[in-house]
């Protein structure tokens, strides 16, 4: 038995054919760009305009406290992406500074800047003795875990880990 096609088949075929390229080549993009933001690198070079707000009972205080990181961000691929947000967990020295969102950039191959101003509420007294060590002179380390990343509309879970050294010389 000998498969022949008729016009009707070829007609059907094509379609079907240049549909499954652009999907597959959307797909790789998608994959690429995915693997550039999965893998942006964050430098935090300093911090930056620290205000303390003191709440709670004279025997219980809590602190809010709000700062700049000022730093760079940059693409480790050749493709340079727009990012609509970033949703992200800090901790100073090993304590927890909450979490916070950064909006809107755009990072490639050169080092671009970046601030993220962050907002810590009810904290403890531990993390406010960080704060004012690292006023007073003492270095701290900032890690920042990347929870999500949002790119033309679409958020991916990323839970990727930096951490940053921010020397008093810095500040």
Do not use: W
Not at 61 to 85: E, F, H, R, W
Not at 109 to 122: E, G, R, V
Not at 143 to 161: A, C, V
């Amino acid at each position: 038995m000998c498969f022949s096609m008729n016009f009707k088949s070829k007609n059907f075929l094509i379609p079907v054919i240049s549909i499954l390229i652009l999907s597959i080549g959307f797909g790789a993009f998608l994959g690429r760009y995915y693997f550039t933001a999965k893998n942006l690198e964050i430098e935090i070079e300093k911090i930056d305009n620290i205000e303390i707000e003191i709440g709670g009972s004279i025997f219980n205080p809590t602190y809010d406290i709000d700062m700049d990181l000022q730093g760079t961000i940059k693409s480790i691929t050749a493709i340079n992406i727009s990012v609509d947000s970033i949703s992200y967990f800090m901790k100073i020295d090993g304590k927890d500074f909450g979490p916070g969102a950064v909006d809107s950039f755009k990072a490639s191959q050169n080092p671009s800047p970046l601030i993220i101003h962050h907002n810590a509420k009810n904290l403890g007294k531990d993390e406010n003795l960080i704060i004012i060590d690292f006023l007073s002179g003492k270095d701290v380390t900032v890690e920042i875990t990347i929870l999500t990343i949002t790119m033309m509309g679409i958020t991916f879970d990323l839970n990727s880990d930096s951490s940053f050294i921010v020397n008093v010389d810095d500040f």
